[in-house]
């Protein structure tokens, strides 16, 4: 039976990153570059991460060689990959504003996946703010009309966040994220982002036929309020028909792994997760893993302070 897995990030150098994923969730990270996100569990060839030894090799040979253990009933997505992608994400600077398209666009012009995300801040300087949908009595023609200039931004909805906030971003949505923010992202397994503007910075290719054929002009309800979570409990932050999101604070006894993957990033803190069968993980801050599909239960060993975002597909076979 396949054991529980740790994986191997892939850090990534941005126009709008920095170091702040070195202070929380508290990663490694090349020296000298600035890294606006890490790759913590990916099957893409834009980045792919691989499995930690002793098991080794990638995520892909993983699925390739083990496919039905770790997904269970969990469908693979169109491509025949593990259907999700996990991020760290730490903006220094304003990420482009953006938008991701569904799956029928994604395929037929890029031969990818579509991208529903959702992320769960962290880290937000006073003031900082994501945006998100539009405002409220914009029309259609308004969006076309200034889609391609600076002033697409009045045109924008800006929310502030904090952390434990949880945003939903699904496909078709416009966004951007701010400086001053370091979160967690769950998304469909693809890597297609068509740039609308991008703050004035050069040698950036735009997209904005693409973003006008995609975009939904609608509001967008803002961030996902979430207390400060009691030890030793787990909540789920989001579920939609792509993944579910859970916050698990501290740890807790055996529970059914359910048929279906279970990926784990280490927010704060350290543990130990434990599956029905194989090497209990020791899980440091900024460490994910994995739990396929086949193991029966998994558990988490941690003390009360300790924070564990949960990732799970939910398209099943």
Request: aromatic share 6%.
């Amino acid at each position: 039976m396949l054991p529980p897995l740790k994986m191997t990030r892939v850090a990534v150098e941005t126009a709008w990153g920095g170091r702040d994923l070195e202070r929380e969730p508290g990663i490694a990270l090349p020296a000298a570059k600035k890294i606006g996100e890490t790759w913590e569990l990916a099957d893409h060839d834009a980045g792919m991460t691989s499995v930690e030894p002793p098991h080794g090799g990638t995520l892909r040979a993983l699925m390739e060689q083990h496919g039905a253990e770790v997904l269970g009933r969990a469908k693979p997505n169109d491509f025949g990959r593990f259907p999700l992608l996990f991020k760290f994400i730490h903006a220094a600077a304003p990420l482009s504003v953006q938008v991701h398209p569904g799956d029928a666009y994604a395929r037929e012009h890029e031969g990818d996946a579509g991208k529903t995300e959702a992320w769960l801040i962290l880290h937000a300087e006073p003031g900082a703010r994501v945006i998100a949908g539009f405002r409220a009595g914009v029309s259609e023609s308004e969006w076309r009309a200034k889609a391609a200039t600076s002033e697409v931004e009045q045109l924008l909805a800006s929310h502030e966040v904090r952390p434990l906030d949880v945003i939903f971003v699904p496909a078709g949505t416009v966004h951007s994220i701010g400086p001053g923010i370091v979160l967690a992202e769950v998304q469909q397994n693809s890597n297609v982002t068509y740039r609308l503007y991008d703050w004035g910075r050069v040698g950036r290719t735009l997209h904005v036929r693409q973003a006008l054929d995609v975009a939904r002009v609608e509001a967008h309800p803002g961030p996902l309020r979430q207390a400060a979570p009691a030890p030793n409990t787990s909540r789920e932050l989001l579920h939609c028909e792509r993944f579910a999101m859970t916050l698990h604070s501290g740890g807790h006894g055996a529970r059914p792994v359910g048929d279906v993957p279970r990926v784990f990033l280490t927010l704060r803190g350290s543990g130990v997760l434990h599956g029905a069968s194989g090497a209990p993980l020791a899980l440091r801050p900024g460490d994910t893993a994995l739990v396929p599909a086949c193991q029966e239960t998994y558990a988490i060993e941690a003390g009360p302070d300790a924070l564990f975002l949960e990732g799970t597909p939910t398209e099943l076979r």
